[in-house]
């Protein structure tokens, strides 16, 4: 077979070409026009065995396919190209390269042509692929915990706690608190009208009450009469509405709480919050930080999470602190999340950043409430640790190392002259790259069109890490 119908065979159908002998010695390598700069390295097998050029593993593998390639007992039989095998040879500086090959019989002494295809690219969506199942993964269980956490909380709420459609008023969910306040109604309380469960009376009132919680976030405290018949326990009796608006996917709902009006009484609250302590010590055990302040941002308290992210040393305490000492990237953005608290009282997933007490800043995300009408008028942080997720993909060299919306998130991070700064050099570079494709990495011609001396589009080379031709380097550099 001669090199110009071999070279022609792998331009057209394949990335590599070995033609072996019947010992399995490689005797002569071809490459495909695309691969013929990145895989020079294969040039170098030549002479070697081809079981010695990759992995352990594989040369089993290797052998199976020299063996299928042996010559038929009968004559006439014609060559087949058997089925593809991949495997992986191990290159230079510790990098596989996966390939697959394809057998044909060269002659009767046993030498066959192995036809190869570059899987690198396969193998890289193959580990995007992983990667995103693994960080779905992940994504799950953590709302499967954090589900678990809430429903914790929304179970040990000694309040009856009652989630409402906004427009029909209907029950979607309730707590144990209400099955045991509302008696035999609350064991059929789902799907049913709030309305249904009160006096006439009191149905007005409530109905008013709920509609400016829909409009307005939340409403006060209304006193009302459920409307079964007195006799049993909790029912007839005199409770406290109250009801605060949140939105889940495009559906407005009411959080409605049920308390009786010995419950609000000081000293009945008081005993009965120091007999019922649960939702206290699910807080402080929460992994999320939990922080309470005071209007200002005076922290009054925290939970345990809040000072191990922290990392205080022994003694010193954070209540009585502004919160702003540790969290944010400056003192704005404090600033802008009691405003939007004071303005809209919720705020969801505002990305900032935590400062040890080393001074180590930390990437966390912060939902935060306001209760301004309670019995003293505060501020809640929860703050969550968002440095472990997955990074963003890796990005083709050829493509933006950075996008807009990065450039301009580091505005608070950094000084405007430091982002001005890589802002200059990523266009910068980005020309230098546009001039070597345009000359065809000619870089004397790349340096003219720049109005640059070699000299100095060589340390600009360097600076950004654009590699070359080493040869090119020299001469670069020689002149």
Not at 5 to 32: E, H, P, T, Y
Not at 67 to 75: E, K, L, S, V
Not at 145 to 171: G, M, N, Q, W
Not at 304 to 321: C, R, S
């Amino acid at each position: 077979m001669s090199a110009d119908f071999l070279a022609r065979i792998v331009a057209a159908a394949c990335d590599v070409a070995l033609v072996v002998d019947s010992q399995g010695v490689i005797r002569d390598v071809s490459l495909g026009a695309s691969a013929a700069a990145e895989l020079a390295e294969l040039r170098q097998w030549v002479g070697r065995r081809w079981s010695e050029t990759v992995t352990i593993e594989n040369r089993g593998k290797v052998q199976a396919m020299l063996a299928a390639g042996q010559p038929a007992a009968d004559p006439g039989t014609t060559a087949a190209v058997m089925p593809e095998r991949q495997v992986t040879h191990a290159l230079s500086g510790g990098i596989d390269l996966p390939i697959s090959y394809s057998i044909v019989p060269l002659d009767a002494q046993g030498g066959v042509l192995a036809l190869g295809r570059d899987l690198r690219e396969v193998a890289a969506v193959q580990q995007r692929l992983v990667d995103a199942q693994q960080s779905m993964e992940r994504d799950y269980l953590r709302l499967r915990h954090t589900e678990a956490r809430y429903r914790l909380l929304f179970e040990a709420v000694d309040e009856a706690v009652l989630v409402l459609d906004a427009s029909s008023l209907v029950v979607f969910e309730h707590n144990a608190a209400a099955t045991q306040l509302l008696g035999d109604a609350g064991k059929r309380l789902i799907g049913r009208s709030l309305l249904d469960l009160l006096q006439a009376g009191s149905q007005a009132d409530a109905q008013a009450a709920l509609a400016q919680a829909r409009s307005g976030g939340r409403c006060d405290d209304l006193p009302v009469r459920l409307a079964a018949p007195s006799g049993t326990a909790g029912q007839g009796a005199e409770l406290h509405l109250s009801a605060s608006a949140f939105r889940q996917d495009s559906t407005t709902l009411l959080l409605a709480r049920l308390s009786s009006t010995a419950a609000t009484s000081p000293q009945k609250g008081a005993s009965q919050g120091e007999a019922s302590p649960s939702l206290l010590d699910v807080v402080n055990t929460l992994p999320d930080a939990f922080v309470l302040t005071d209007m200002q941002g005076r922290i009054l308290s925290a939970n345990q999470a809040f000072g191990d992210m922290l990392q205080l040393p022994p003694g010193e305490a954070v209540v009585g602190q502004p919160l702003d000492r540790w969290l944010g990237r400056t003192s704005v953005d404090m600033s802008v999340l009691i405003g939007n608290l004071r303005q809209h009282g919720v705020l969801r997933l505002f990305p900032t950043t935590l400062r040890s007490g080393f001074g180590e800043a930390s990437p966390v995300e912060v939902s935060a409430v306001a209760v301004p009408d309670g019995r003293q008028a505060c501020l809640g942080f929860a703050i969550r640790d968002v440095a472990r997720r997955l990074p963003a993909e890796t990005r083709p060299t050829r493509q933006l190392p950075r996008s807009v919306e990065q450039l301009t998130g580091l505005v608070g991070r950094l000084p405007l002259k430091d982002i001005v700064g890589e802002t200059t050099d990523l266009i910068e570079k980005l020309c230098i790259e546009a001039a070597l494709e345009l000359t065809r990495d000619h870089r004397a011609s790349a340096a003219e069109m720049l109005g640059l001396s070699r000299q100095s589009l060589y340390v600009k080379l360097r600076r950004y890490g654009i590699l070359g031709d080493t040869t090119q380097d020299d001469t670069m550099a020689s002149d």
